[in-house]
């Protein structure tokens, strides 16, 4: 766990500071921006913490077990339980947990093989058509075909 200062600060000083904080994520207007101020004010391992913690509630919203987001992100289970009722007691969270899997679910589709065949078929005319060729036909063989008419007739 990360240390804090054992100099003390006044309440409202430190209200202060944290009025700040959340100004300044609130002003930040990219990703390069966020990840520019994060890494000059944070450490690698607080970095990494946070991630963890944004991944650990991401995963609870998807429904995600115990068991497998602490073998996935590698903490414990009170940091998992701790997460999950912060959940509960910030909706804001939530709401951006969502944001986030929408964002990711939009550019999973924008990259999908099969949405790029769908927008460009002319792109992909030469896979698909090697596709078709190399699937096993469902039509009979012409020796079937004769068989089953001669078996048909002989019949009549």
């Known amino acids: 766990m990360t240390k804090v200062s054992r100099f003390k600060v006044k309440r409202d000083i430190l209200d202060w500071f944290m009025g700040n904080l959340w100004r300044a994520f609130t002003l930040v ?25 944004i991944q650990i509630a991401k995963m609870l919203t998807e ?11 590698h903490v414990t289970d009170p940091t998992i339980a701790k997460i999950s009722l912060n959940l509960d007691d910030y909706p804001e969270v939530l709401s951006v ?9 939009n ?23 090697i596709e078709s060729l190399s699937k096993p036909s469902r039509k009979r063989s012409r020796k079937t075909s004769l068989f089953t008419n001669r078996a048909n007739t002989n019949k009549l």
């Open 107 to 129: 550019l999973k589709n924008k990259y999908d093989s099969t949405s790029l065949r769908n927008r460009y078929p002319s792109y992909y005319a030469l896979d698909t058509l």
């Open 63 to 73: 429904g995600y077990d115990y068991r497998t987001i602490r073998n996935t992100v």
């Open 97 to 105: 947990v969502n944001k986030l899997h929408d964002e990711e679910e």
């Open 29 to 53: 207007d990219t990703k390069n921006e966020m990840e520019g101020m994060l890494r000059a004010l944070l450490s690698r391992n607080e970095i990494v913490m946070l991630a963890k913690r």
